[in-house]
T-cell receptor, first 113, second 115 residues
Framework: AQSVTQLDSHVSVSEGTPVLLRCNYS??????LFWYVQHPNKGLQLLLK??????LVKGINGFEAEFKKSETSFHLTKPSAHMSDAAEYFC???????????FGAGTRLTVKP | ETGVTQTPRHLVMGMTNKKSLKCEQH?????MYWYKQSAKKPLELMFV???????ENNSVPSRFSPECPNSSHLFLHLHTLQPEDSALYLC??????????????FGSGTQLSVL
């Protein structure tokens, strides 16, 4: 069985400062990992996806995430936050063998002017 | 716009009502999904349809009944719901059939309130 833990339920940053949203996973196999974003009153949108190619994955809107197997982490970062980044972010781990996809509980990002 | 449309956006129903949620995708995808999103809880996968056949049913109560008449449409029929069923119901679709490894395209959801 696999699981995913988002370490912070809420992160608050000032506009123009770096963003770090933390995600740890547990998987008995080489997992696929995703980050999705959900803006208010919207569905989820894929930011980026890791599937055992390059460990540093670049996504949309300037976000990127680094797969660290030794730390079982897949943290999401952005060098400079924008007001439009305020949303809920979900880390997802999946196992193709079991057709099992698990969502984290989400991290709400607030961006202050 | 993700190409996945859900109606209605909001629904209020009593516990004895029967209602249906509708999802439509215009992306030519082969798999469609229903997810339940409750406050402070991870998304819960309810149903997966691949090429119009149900391939996953995650121990969902029988008061939720899915229907997939074709690859573009997905319904969730609701009857005799409980207040704890109040949540945001999200529909998603994906191109491939290895659905646990696919990029999902989500609709905006139906916010359901059961009184």
């Amino acid at each position: 069985a696999q699981s995913v833990t988002q370490l912070d339920s809420h992160v608050s940053v000032s506009e123009g400062t770096p963003v770090l949203l933390r995600c740890n996973y547990s998987s008995s196999y080489s997992p696929s990992l995703f980050w999705y974003v959900q803006h208010p009153n919207k569905g989820l949108q894929l930011l980026l996806k890791y599937t055992s190619a390059a460990t540093l994955v670049k996504g949309i809107n300037g976000f990127e995430a680094e797969f660290k197997k030794s730390e079982t982490s897949f943290h999401l970062t952005k060098p400079s936050a924008h007001m439009s980044d305020a949303a809920e972010y979900f880390c997802v781990v999946s196992d193709r063998r079991d057709n099992d996809m698990r969502f984290g509980a989400g991290t709400r990002l607030t961006v202050k002017p | 716009e993700t190409g996945v449309t859900q109606t209605p956006r909001h629904l209020v129903m009593g516990m004895t009502n029967k209602k249906s949620l509708k999802c439509e995708q215009h992306l030519g995808h082969n798999a469609m999904y229903w997810y339940k999103q409750s406050a402070k809880k991870p998304l819960e996968l309810m149903f997966v349809y691949s090429l119009e056949e149900r391939v996953e049913n995650n121990s969902v109560p029988s008061r939720f009944s899915p229907e997939c008449p074709n690859s573009s449409h997905l319904f969730l029929h609701l009857h005799t719901l409980q207040p704890e069923d109040s949540a945001l119901y999200l529909c998603a679709s994906s191109q491939g059939l290895s659905w646990a490894n696919e990029k999902l395209f989500f609709g905006s959801g139906t916010q359901l309130s059961v009184l």
